[in-house]
Nanobody, 114 residues
Framework: QVQLVESGGGLVQAGGSLRLSCAAS????????MGWYRQAPGKQRDLVAH???????HYASSVQGRFTISRDSAKNTVYLQMNSLKAEDTANYYC????????WGQGTQVTVSS
């Protein structure tokens, strides 16, 4: 069964940085493009960044230039380095494949105070 375990969230002031981690099941990780999604209260879950198995990356315009996604195949882990955080980045962050599967982890909460 696929497991996705996100960590690294927290409370940070605007302009600060956080690094999120997501440990995934090995076979699932190695077979898929992986992405970071976020969901703010009352809003839909959106894809903010993804990385292919070959390391190509893509970002939503709202985070371009501030967030960096990476993956470590030895650890079956995908990361999201978030810099210059803004209040509007406040959300619960999840990782999943792209396109996503129905199973999701618990996510990790990021709260940016202005």
């Amino acid at each position: 069964q696929v497991q996705l375990v996100e960590s690294g969230g927290g409370l940070v002031q605007a302009g600060g940085s956080l690094r999120l981690s997501c440990a995934a099941s090995r076979n699932f990780f190695s077979a898929n493009t992986m992405g970071w999604y976020r969901q703010a209260p009352g809003k839909q879950r959106d894809l903010v960044a993804h990385i292919t198995r070959g390391g190509n990356t893509h970002y939503a315009s709202s985070v371009q230039g501030r967030f960096t996604i990476s993956r470590d195949s030895a650890k079956n882990t995908v990361y999201l380095q978030m810099n210059s955080l803004k209040a509007e980045d406040t959300a619960n962050y999840y990782c999943n494949a792209v396109p996503s599967i129905s199973r999701w982890g618990q996510g990790t909460q990021v709260t940016v105070s202005s």
